[in-house]
């Protein structure tokens, strides 16, 4: 049965960080003006209540990992590291002048690329002239991904010192014959060392990325991981799928042959053994992908109905506004998302002329609106429910057929008027998420856009 369920629902589909998703944003409606007002008016409605998100693209990498979909430079030149701080904290200030008061910062996080690329001093100098014009609120949490290579104790001190209490840094496989095939070369003693010294400093959360699916990757090896890994016990897990694009992302994905990923049969039997080694280790999974001791904050706020996702994965509070600094970082205003410049070139000439360096957006309508909380409640809490006199039901009979198979096959539960995912099902969340996303319905693709849901 579970091998009928692979290749049943086995297709192309969001990982719905967003909805709409970008290949559905209507750009021919955006602008930044509107983009500007749906900004100012969530900020209003929330920055005193609940604070925002802010989250900095960090770029550069010294060499390129072939399995890695992030927007990404490759340099060992760090003179570029002050001149792009530089930009991005003009970026900032100029957001801070659109929105007329102080915003109190509730989440900030630093991705990439790889932000410890960034001498501590650079850092520490980014960080500082975001809080020029800017203050914490209150249970601020701070976060940010180290590449355990370069990591140093003087990152994590200096980072610490500035408020992070929380950094995550990416395994993805501990075998050497796949670390080959993705260019990441990343003994466990140096996984090890930083994840001790972050503790020692006093860090409250470590969290680890764990990949499944990756070329030449078994069974045997993501066993082995896991098993390193719960040796260090990280208070977080993401384990999840390996997002194979390479029509999308070039040759930073063609470092090895298709036929040398693993089936989809297969990952799903990685998926499972993994689930089965973190479930008994004492792991919980919290929402899609993203598995967390019941000490730490994402499980406490999956508890409280507190989890929310957006572009920087799972968080344990809300903000209804995210601002993305840097290149090609995404702001989410809830009622609107718009996208900064792709090419870091681009992004300097954009901000040389005092404007916020957006390339394209989408304006969110009521539907979108509404089906935006139901996909979060799904990609949160495994649950959803609707009023029976919602407009965005009147199309309710075709979200019906498909959602009935779902049920047909195990994955969800359907009520009267809610829908939650069971145990089996939750795999296939981002399937279940696709049976209510309206715009996908009406007009599929005409070429692969995403990586397959398993």
């Known amino acids: 049965m579970a091998k009928i369920l692979v290749n049943k629902y086995n297709v192309a589909g969001p990982r719905y960080t967003s909805y709409p998703t970008v290949p559905y944003w209507d750009e021919a409606s955006f602008s930044i003006g509107k983009w500007e007002t749906s900004l100012r008016k969530s900020f209003n409605e929330s920055n005193e209540s609940e604070g925002i998100s802010l989250y900095i693209h960090l770029p550069f990498c010294e060499s390129l990992c072939t399995f890695c979909g992030c927007n990404k430079r490759i340099t060992t030149r760090h003179e570029v590291e002050s001149p792009y701080i530089d930009y991005v904290l003009k970026e900032w200030r100029l957001y801070v002048e659109l929105l007329g008061n102080t915003p109190q910062i509730k989440e900030l996080h630093l991705g990439g690329g790889t932000p410890t690329f960034f001498s501590p001093k650079n850092l520490e100098r980014l960080i500082n002239g975001i809080f020029t014009i800017a203050e914490k609120a209150d249970n601020y949490e701070f976060s940010f991904e180290g590449h355990p290579n370069n990591t140093t104790k003087t990152h994590l001190q200096t980072l610490y010192n500035l408020g992070f209490r929380r950094v995550s840094y990416g395994v993805q496989d501990y075998n050497e014959t796949v670390q080959k095939a993705i260019h990441r070369i990343q003994p466990f003693e140096n996984v090890k060392r930083v994840t001790e010294e972050a503790r020692e400093i006093g860090y409250t959360s470590v969290s680890h990325d764990i990949i499944f699916g990756l070329p030449f990757q078994t069974e045997a090896h993501v066993a082995e991981t896991i098993s390193k890994t719960k040796a260090l016990m990280p208070d977080r897990i993401a384990f999840y799928s390996y997002a ?37 280790s004492g792991y919980v999974e919290i929402g899609m992908d993203h598995f967390a001791l019941k000490t730490d904050s994402l499980y406490q706020a999956t508890e409280t109905k507190k989890l929310h996702r957006n572009f920087m994965g799972y968080t344990a509070s809300k903000t209804q506004i995210m601002v993305g600094l840097g290149v090609s970082a995404i702001s989410d205003s809830w ?120």
């Open 244 to 280: 194979h694009v390479p029509w999308i992302k070039g040759n930073g994905q063609r470092g090895f042959k298709d036929n040398d990923l693993p089936s989809a049969e297969s990952k799903r039997k990685q998926y499972e053994l993994g689930k089965e080694q973190l479930d008994a």
């Open 335 to 454: 009622y609107g998302f718009a996208q900064n410049e792709k090419k870091i070139e681009d992004y300097y000439k954009r901000l040389d002329t005092d404007v916020i360096p957006v390339f394209r957006g989408h304006i969110l309508n009521s539907e979108d609106l509404i089906i935006r909380r139901h996909i979060l409640n799904l990609m949160c809490h495994f649950e959803t429910s609707w009023s029976l006199n919602s407009n965005y039901f009147k199309e309710l009979p075709d979200v019906l057929v498909q959602i009935k198979e779902l049920e047909t096959d195990g994955l969800i539960i359907i009520n009267t008027n809610s829908i939650t995912v069971t145990e089996k099902g939750k795999p296939y969340v981002r399937n279940v998420c696709m049976a209510f996303d309206l715009l996908l319905q009406r007009k599929k693709p005409e070429s692969q856009l995403f990586s397959m849901t398993i």
